[in-house]
């Protein structure tokens, strides 16, 4: 799939379990409620909503480049999830039925049309055969693995994503396998159709190799992604290749801090003699008080050299400063200041698109969830 949403200014710019290398138990806020089931099947789920103040009021009452919390000036749905899963013992699988614009949004170039993607955020059935050292094989749709923030916001820690996140894969169709080679160590290969599509738009096919270095301590741990292959439309010439790599450092219950790195290349991008690079870089943290509440500052650069991510060659600088407010589990609020700069005009302001530098918002999220994570 080609980067195409990602050119659509005004609403676009892990997410796994642990054997599949995002980092879930290290960005959740607090442990989980108790497990809703029935049988052998686990529920859960959330409802997610906000509202945002855009500064620049855009006539489009959009906020641009980002990818949840997309509408200005108004109260907006997010998402709303229901999850139904079961362990793999040794078969087993994970259904999403999602609602809401973020679907919309994180659907919104699937060739497959967001018809009926969008209500899928997931879908995948699970083979972890016994005596086998933990390996596991996931057939389906499933979230990336890339990137250090998750897709929903009971698991991270600001409301509204990052540029890293926005800008990078969001799922894939395929197969995936994780095997651990160590009780801190594991390593990962997936073959899928592309970025974000559940049909391919080409015949070549995707392939991602990944590893987790989870030390028993808990203080540490380091992910690595590599994403390779052809996400043009009807050609397999050019292949794209995305390394992300993503350190947690927790050194206590109230503090831990992540560290995000990506680097991009597209071949032929823009015509056959022509390469295009990307660049970024993220950090956050988060604060916690006590039980009830806690903050998260984040900063990011991402440096879009040749243009090819936001459709121009620009610098952005982006600063979140997120409060959080937990009535009870299962129920919290996140108060959230972003400042998006740019060195060339890019934001859109009143009526006149692309003519601001920046831009400056303040968003109310509230979210209430239930069962585990």
């Not at 980067?3 to 796994?16: A, C, H, Q, V, Y």
């Not at 890339?146 to 890293?164: F, H, P």
Request: net charge positive; aromatic share 16%; no cysteine.
């Amino acid at each position: 799939m080609t980067l195409s949403r990602l050119f659509i200014r005004t609403t676009l710019p892990l997410t796994l379990a642990a054997t599949s290398f995002a980092q879930t138990d290290s960005q959740a806020p607090a442990p989980a409620p108790s497990v809703w089931s029935a049988g052998a099947i686990n529920f859960s789920g959330l409802i997610d909503g906000y509202y945002s103040f855009n500064s620049n009021h855009p006539a489009s009452r959009a906020n641009n480049l980002r990818n949840f919390e997309v509408k200005a000036n108004q109260f907006s749905l997010n998402m709303a999830k229901l999850t139904l899963d079961h362990d793999p013992d040794p078969v087993g699988f994970k259904l999403d039925l999602g609602f809401g614009r973020a679907w919309e949004i994180f659907h919104a170039t699937d060739p497959a049309g967001t018809d009926v993607v969008r209500y899928i955020p997931q879908a995948y059935v699970s083979l972890k055969p016994k005596n086998m050292g933990g390996l596991q094989i996931d057939f389906g749709k499933f979230y990336t693995s890339a990137g250090a923030e998750l897709t929903e916001n009971n698991l991270t820690w600001s409301y509204g994503r990052g540029y890293l996140y926005t800008n990078g894969p969001y799922y894939h169709f395929g197969t995936r396998i994780t095997k651990p080679l160590h009780e801190t160590f594991a390593v990962g290969l997936q073959i899928v159709n592309g970025w974000n599509n559940v049909e391919d738009n080409n015949s070549g096919k995707t392939f991602g190799f990944t590893t987790a270095y989870t030390p028993k301590s808990k203080k540490f741990a380091w992910f690595n992604n590599y994403y390779v292959g052809p996400e043009k439309n009807n050609t397999n010439e050019g292949k794209r290749n995305f390394y992300d790599t993503v350190i947690n450092l927790n050194p206590s219950d109230k503090a831990n801090f992540y560290f995000n790195l990506d680097i991009g290349n597209e071949k032929k991008a823009l015509d056959p003699k022509t390469d295009a690079s990307w660049v970024a870089f993220g950090m956050a943290g988060r604060f916690a008080a006590n039980d009830k509440w806690a903050f998260s500052p984040r900063y990011e650069i991402y440096d879009d050299k040749d243009g090819f991510i936001t459709a121009q060659k620009q610098t952005l600088h982006s600063f979140t400063l997120t409060g959080e407010y937990k009535w009870q589990q299962g129920l919290l609020a996140r108060l959230e200041y972003r400042h998006d700069r740019s060195n060339k005009p890019f934001y859109d302001r009143g009526n006149e698109l692309a003519s601001a530098k920046t831009q400056n918002t303040l968003t109310l999220g509230i979210v209430a969830f239930f069962g585990p994570k």
